[in-house]
């Protein structure tokens, strides 16, 4: 094993992970689509758009200004929504939604950093309403995510109170350092994206998981580890006695959601198509 445990006369020391294709196999957020649109948050033409998007995401074509314009778009579509009606729709539906697409690889180092005696911190540009129960079922001990404006309503707003995202990340990562006595040099860092290179660099152990083109020539020439995670697994197949109560409604309604985010990229794909032609 590369791990030991821990010297506790040492500076404590932690591993952060990016969680999109990095731990879990998709799009935390636009996995969810399906279940906000069954909760009548969003319409059937945002579920169109977002299943596309999570096409372009998964390909690995999703760069900086595309990002930027998910977080712009993702933002606008949240405008007005009830946070605690997100939450039980996110705690409703997160083992159906988010159990299947954990890497099990990712599983087994989250388990091996905790037996050597260090935190795990999930560090997501994904919504806190989102992460934050994701990372409650990972068993991670901290979690650094994107939050928004919440209105005395108790709507969101629209507007980004804190963007987890690029340099932000770094910076919290450093942050967590001070506060929480990490000593950076010997931390770990894991994630599938270049502009995650500002928090890999940050620690003495970085790691390019599924890494897109970018990142990829970047660890080549650092000499950083590339892992290749490709073998989602429900937790319950490698924890004895973890069950999920059976929901066989919240089973139909994920059908459906998949169905309708089937849909939504053959009517992308037929629409730029007529575009071309």
Not at 54 to 61: H, T
Request: charged content about 25%.
């Amino acid at each position: 094993m590369l791990w030991d445990v821990e010297n506790h006369s040492l500076p404590r020391t932690a591993a952060f992970f990016d969680l999109d294709k990095t731990v879990i196999a998709k799009s935390s957020t636009l996995t969810f689509s399906k279940s906000f649109y069954q909760g009548g948050l969003i319409n059937r033409r945002a579920v169109l758009r977002t299943a596309y998007a999570q096409f372009v995401f998964l390909a690995g074509g999703a760069d900086h200004d595309q990002m930027e314009r998910m977080r712009a778009y993702l933002s606008a579509l949240c405008r007005g929504w009830n946070v605690e009606q997100v939450k039980e729709i996110v705690a409703e539906t997160l083992h159906d939604l988010i159990d299947p697409i954990i890497y099990d690889e990712a599983a087994s180092l989250i388990e091996e950093h905790h037996t050597a005696g260090r935190d795990v911190v999930i560090v997501s540009t994904s919504g806190a309403e989102v992460v934050e129960p994701i990372g409650e079922l990972l068993g991670a001990d901290r979690v650094v995510a994107t939050r928004m404006v919440v209105g005395d309503d108790g709507c969101f707003t629209g507007e980004v109170e804190y963007y987890a995202y690029g340099p932000t990340k770094a910076e919290a990562v450093r942050e967590l350092a001070e506060s929480e006595g990490y000593d950076l040099s010997r931390c770990y860092a894991y994630s599938d994206s270049a502009t995650d290179v500002p928090m890999l660099e940050s620690v003495g152990n970085p790691h390019a998981v599924n890494p897109d083109r970018s990142l990829r020539r970047e660890a080549l020439a650092r000499g950083w580890p590339i892992l290749d995670f490709h073998r989602p697994v429900r937790l319950k197949q490698r924890i004895p006695g973890f069950s999920v109560p059976p929901r066989p409604a919240l089973v139909a309604v994920a059908a459906i959601g998949a169905a309708a985010a089937t849909a939504g990229l053959v009517w992308y794909a037929n629409k730029r198509r007529t575009t071309v032609a």
